[in-house]
């Protein structure tokens, strides 16, 4: 069985979160942040689990995974304090910015409300 370092799940969507999307990033808040930035968020619930999120892991988005690249300096501690992180579907194998987590370069997935969120760490 797979060890994961994260569980949650899709509670909502913000107005705006469609921008990103359409931009290949999914920008993960938990659902009781402050209502500006729920606006353009894809909001969950709280965390299960604790770990550090690494290249090599996997994002599983219901029942599909998605390989991780990059992980930002401050990505786990912005995940792990705020349920924030900034998905790029763009494979790049260094972060742009400190509160990113990079997967393969492939079109996000369609985003509802329920769907799992799942980091499995690498064996």
Known sequence: MSKFA???RVTGMGTSAF????????IFFNKQTR????????L???????????????LMLGDRS??????????NINFARLGHA??????LEAAR??????????????????LPVVFIKHQ
Request: aromatic share 8%; with cysteine.
């Open 6 to 8: 994260y569980r949650t």
């Open 19 to 26: 921008t990103f999307l359409e931009e290949k990033m999914i």
């Open 35 to 42: 209502s500006d930035l729920a606006e353009y968020s894809v």
């Open 44 to 58: 969950i619930d709280n965390l299960e689990g604790t770990g550090d999120i690494a290249p090599g892991d996997l």
């Open 66 to 75: 998605y390989r991780i690249t990059a992980v930002g300096d401050v990505a």
């Open 86 to 91: 900034v998905i790029c579907f763009d494979g």
């Open 97 to 114: 910015l400190p509160g990113e987590i990079h997967v393969e370069d492939t079109k996000v997935p369609k985003i509802t409300i329920g």
